[in-house]
Nanobody, 117 residues
Framework: QVQLVESGGGLVQPGGSLRLSCAAS????????MGWYRQAPGKERELVAV???????NYADSVKGRFTISRDNAKNTVYLQMNSLKPEDTAVYYC???????????WGQGTQVTVSS
């Protein structure tokens, strides 16, 4: 069983920064893709950024230049550094892990990020 535990959400003023973390535990391939998605009230869940264990990162256009995804493979942990936050970044942020070639997708419980003055 794979578990993903997120942390680091909270309330921040516009222009501020937050760093999210997601630690994965359990049994899964070292060849995997971890990522962050978000869901705002009344909207569908959307991709924020993904990072494979080997390969290039990918970002949503709305966060390019402001957010940075990174990972520590030794700790099975993925991070999302969010700078220059805007009110429209307010959402529940979910961590995600998938193994290429497998239909299983794992999700964390979500962490709330609120950007407001």
């Amino acid at each position: 069983q794979v578990q993903l535990v997120e942390s680091g959400g909270g309330l921040v003023q516009p222009g501020g920064s937050l760093r999210l973390s997601c630690a994965a535990s359990g049994s899964f391939s070292s060849i995997n893709v971890m990522g962050w998605y978000r869901q705002a009230p009344g909207k569908e869940r959307e991709l924020v950024a993904v990072i494979p264990s080997v390969g290039s990162t990918n970002y949503a256009d709305s966060v390019k230049g402001r957010f940075t995804i990174s990972r520590d493979n030794a700790k099975n942990t993925v991070y999302l550094q969010m700078n220059s936050l805007k009110p429209e970044d307010t959402a529940v942020y979910y961590c995600n892990l998938r193994v290429p070639g497998s239909p299983r997708v794992y999700w964390g419980q979500g962490t709330q990020v609120t950007v407001s003055s």
